[in-house]
């Protein structure tokens, strides 16, 4: 099982792909944890990468691919993975295809999330992250049960440094430019699912993921792989289904 989650930056694929990796039992790939793993050391290619990062432009094509490739490799994605920030332009989508069918395998299904552009700047500016186990909090929608504190682990709470007003219109212009075509890209191929992520309909995380369940169980031909990678779980969603 593949998916991959397209969106502008604080549209929720973080969040909804934290709670899809429980409910589905499959490894979340975060692009942008992996480059800022790599910008944190002190190596040529990880000087290179965060170059691009400080500035909120998108890595090239072939730097991204060659990390991608290699996260791919390792064993927990076995069983399937949620691809969240990759890929964000049509040549990472050939490459990923051919990836997956050296491998016997395919993307299965793509969730394009929306937000307002108010509600992606309010949410970005407000987003706190543990550095250790990666929960996502939001100092207003999402609050840790202890200030600055996460609930999970204990570590203490950051911010990341490209959560800034400015920098977060410039991710979501760079967005709409270079990572928009993709929608129409996997849209051709039917694999495409749209969602809008508003508190004006009350469609947040929570309820993206339980939408993007019912969608993988009303397809057929995702019946036998989540009731072999679910198990017991698929009991909270047949009702989904009648």
């Given at each position: 099982?593949?998916?991959?989650?397209?969106?502008a930056?604080?549209?929720?694929?973080?969040?909804v792909?934290?709670?899809?990796?429980?409910k589905?039992?499959?490894?979340?790939?975060?692009?942008?944890?992996?480059?800022?793993?790599?910008?944190?050391?002190?190596?040529e290619?990880?000087?290179?990468?965060?170059?691009y990062?400080?500035?909120?432009n998108l890595?090239?094509?072939?730097?991204?691919?060659?990390?991608?490739?290699?996260?791919?490799?390792?064993?927990?994605?076995?069983?399937?993975?949620?691809?969240?920030g990759?890929p964000?332009?049509?040549?990472?989508?050939?490459?990923?295809?051919?990836?997956?069918?050296?491998?016997?395998?395919?993307?299965?299904?793509?969730?394009d999330?929306?937000?307002?552009?108010e509600?992606?700047?309010?949410?970005?500016?407000?987003?706190?992250i543990?550095?250790?186990?990666?929960?996502?909090?939001?100092?207003?929608?999402n609050?840790?049960?202890?200030?600055?504190?996460?609930?999970?682990?204990?570590?203490?709470l950051?911010?990341?440094?490209?959560?800034?007003?400015?920098?977060?219109?410039?991710?979501?212009?760079?967005?709409?430019s270079?990572?928009?075509?993709?929608?129409?890209?996997?849209?051709?191929?039917d694999?495409?699912?749209?969602?809008?992520?508003?508190?004006?309909?009350?469609t947040?995380?929570?309820?993206?993921?339980?939408?993007?369940?019912?969608?993988?169980?009303?397809?057929?031909?995702?019946?036998?792989?989540?009731?072999s990678?679910?198990?017991e779980k698929?009991?909270?969603?047949?009702?989904?289904?009648?």
């Amino acid at each position: 099982m593949v998916i991959i989650m397209l969106g502008a930056p604080g549209t929720g694929k973080g969040t909804v792909s934290a709670i899809l990796k429980e409910k589905l039992n499959i490894a979340h790939v975060s692009s942008g944890d992996i480059f800022r793993k790599y910008s944190s050391e002190d190596s040529e290619l990880g000087r290179e990468i965060n170059s691009y990062l400080k500035e909120g432009n998108l890595v090239p094509d072939e730097l991204t691919i060659k990390m991608i490739k290699e996260r791919l490799a390792e064993k927990d994605v076995e069983n399937g993975v949620i691809l969240d920030g990759f890929p964000r332009t049509e040549a990472q989508a050939i490459a990923l295809d051919k990836m997956l069918e050296e491998e016997g395998k395919k993307v299965d299904l793509v969730i394009d999330l929306s937000s307002p552009k108010e509600e992606i700047l309010d949410r970005i500016v407000t987003r706190r992250i543990c550095p250790k186990c990666k929960a996502v909090y939001n100092t207003k929608l999402n609050k840790p049960k202890k200030e600055g504190i996460c609930d999970i682990c204990g570590s203490e709470l950051y911010q990341r440094e490209d959560d800034t007003v400015e920098r977060v219109e410039n991710r979501i212009e760079v967005y709409q430019s270079q990572t928009k075509p993709l929608e129409e890209y996997y849209e051709k191929a039917d694999k495409l699912f749209k969602i809008e992520i508003t508190e004006k309909t009350g469609t947040m995380a929570k309820e993206a993921a339980d939408i993007v369940i019912e969608k993988l169980i009303n397809r057929k031909e995702n019946i036998k792989w989540l009731q072999s990678s679910q198990k017991e779980k698929l009991n909270k969603w047949k009702k989904l289904v009648n």
